[in-house]
């Protein structure tokens, strides 16, 4: 019982552990890296981090925004104007939006994940109209993208791989229908990026052991029931009858052997008188 309960208290330590170390499984940047850290000659530095915001329109032509530097205090901000005729290559004032958002370059890449803060991030459309991004407010890891730092993609459709039909890029609910035509007409991408995080989820309470269950005592072994003085007397009826009947059955066999040893006696008397 008592290895029982050592297993069981360790594995419940394990566990709150690993919910522990799950929960702030990311970096802070500021632990690898800060603006007064050296770093060998050719390799990049903290003022090395930035950002550059991207904008592709149904037509998928590539344009980019100005290269934006880390600050002091980890944080990047991104202010990105997409005029009309970038949106509507055909200048019919029907614009469209294939893809748009950040590229977050120069991380050291041993360091992924990051712990990331986004806040304020919004498209302000030309006429004034302001679509908040909630989506992407709501990221708190900055994973390491397959095609190198960390990238944030605002699109309306899911990017799908042909030959496996897997998402590679999810759609951003809040620009859902903007590849419609003129359903985007050029505005105004903003959004802080904070690097500078401690963590970003706050840890899971490490589960309370419960206190191990008491043993309960043995059952002790009942008396046996006192026989009711019905079944006391049927029970000596049984024994008396029982005992009779032996008796009858001796004294027939009795009489049985007497009787044989009679027929006996008279046959050798009979021999002899002859």
């Not at 005592?217 to 008396?223: D, Y």
Request: aromatic letters at 6%; hydrophobic letters at 40%.
């Amino acid at each position: 019982m008592k290895l029982r309960k050592l297993i069981t208290g360790m594995t419940a330590a394990a566990l709150a552990l690993t919910m522990t170390v799950s929960a702030s499984a990311a970096t802070n940047l500021f632990d690898i890296m800060t603006p007064e850290t050296e770093v060998a000659k050719g390799e990049k530095g903290f003022y090395d981090i930035g950002a550059m915001p991207f904008f592709m329109s149904q037509k998928w032509a590539w344009n980019q925004g100005d290269w934006v530097s880390i600050t002091d205090e980890g944080t990047i901000k991104i202010e990105y104007s997409i005029g009309a005729p970038m949106a509507d290559t055909t200048l019919s004032g029907k614009g469209t939006l294939g893809d748009m958002g950040i590229m977050l370059l120069n991380l050291p890449e041993d360091g992924f994940p990051y712990n990331v803060k986004i806040s304020d991030a919004k498209f302000t459309a030309e006429d004034g109209t302001v679509t908040e991004l909630k989506s992407v407010n709501e990221i708190k890891v900055a994973n390491l993208d397959p095609e190198g730092g960390f990238r944030i993609h605002i699109r309306p459709t899911d990017e799908v791989d042909e030959a496996t039909g897997d998402v590679k890029k999810k759609a951003c609910p809040e620009v859902a229908g903007w590849e419609e035509e003129g359903k985007f007409n050029g505005g105004v991408l903003s959004m802080t990026i904070d690097l500078n995080v401690e963590s970003t989820e706050e840890e899971a309470p490490a589960e309370e052991e419960k206190p191990a269950e008491e043993e309960k005592p043995a059952e002790e072994t009942k008396p046996a029931e006192e026989a009711k003085p019905a079944e006391e007397a049927a029970a000596a009826g049984g024994e008396a009858q029982a005992a009779q009947s032996n008796a009858q059955t001796g004294a027939a066999s009795n009489l049985i052997l007497a009787g044989m040893a009679m027929a006996a006696a008279g046959i050798v008397a009979s021999k002899k008188r002859k």
